[in-house]
């Protein structure tokens, strides 16, 4: 007579191995998904940052707020003859470039 299938044994020893596995595996998982959320929402935070740099290449000599998905403090200070250095900041962020006038 063949024997077919798995003993009690055999099923409760691979249900535990698998229930080990996923102690282990699933608080990485978590911590992935966090980071993952974490970066995404910095790249959506430079990337405004960006947009207010370009809106302020257009403007004179001063101090800005720009209100995108957060408050956006821009300065845009003389640098030279023909230069003006502009400075972004998000309260997390700081941008900060170099452009022709």
Known sequence: MKKKGFT???TIVAIGF???I???ILPALSNA???TKISNDNIKNILYL???IEESKKLDIGTY???Y???IEVEVMEYSENLKFIRVDDGKNILEVVVEK
């Open 65 to 67: 707020t720009f209100e």
């Open 33 to 35: 998904v966090k980071s």
């Open 69 to 71: 998905n957060s408050l």
């Open 8 to 10: 009690l044994l055999e």
């Open 18 to 20: 698998i229930a080990i």
């Open 50 to 52: 960006q947009k207010a």
């Open 22 to 24: 996923y102690i282990f």
